[in-house]
């Protein structure tokens, strides 16, 4: 029964950053899979960044329209998983999902996640 909450969401201009948070509670996800995913206004989910673990170290991995202006992140002692969005753009704007796996590898497949919070509402205005 693990619960993902997000927080962190807002307005904010064109340009601007804004970090979302993920906590997560009933067990801890150490070593496991996270990622984030966004949905649009009319547009199917997307994948926005993800994390896996392999040969002692995590391996991040990010959507081609955020690389280089989000970064994912995670602090296991706080259960944890953050995202730093910096250079916002109006097409960034969009339901943000905190997911996490049961295993160290979940890619950028959504179904390949077990757990997901609510989401928070990122809009950039123009």
């Known amino acids: 029964q693990v619960q993902l909450v997000e927080s962190g969401g807002g307005l904010v201009q064109a340009g601007g950053s804004l970090r979302l948070s993920c906590a997560a509670s009933?067990?801890?996800?150490?070593?496991?899979?996270m990622g984030w995913f966004r949905q649009a206004p009319g547009k199917e989910r997307e994948f926005v960044a993800g994390?896996?673990?392999?040969?002692?170290?995590?391996?991040?991995d990010y959507a081609d329209s955020v690389k280089g202006r989000f970064t994912i992140s995670r602090d296991n002692a706080k259960n944890t998983v953050y995202l730093q969005m910096n250079s916002l753009k109006p097409e960034d704007t969009a339901v943000y999902y905190c997911?996490?796996?049961?295993?160290?590898?979940?890619?950028?497949?959504?179904?390949?996640?077990?757990?997901w919070g609510q989401g928070t509402q990122v809009t950039v205005s123009s």
């Open positions: 997911a996490v796996g049961s295993t160290n590898y979940s890619g950028r497949d959504s179904s390949r996640y077990d757990y």
């Open positions: 009933g067990r801890t996800f150490s070593y496991y899979a």
């Open positions: 994390a896996s673990w392999g040969l002692g170290r995590m391996y991040a």
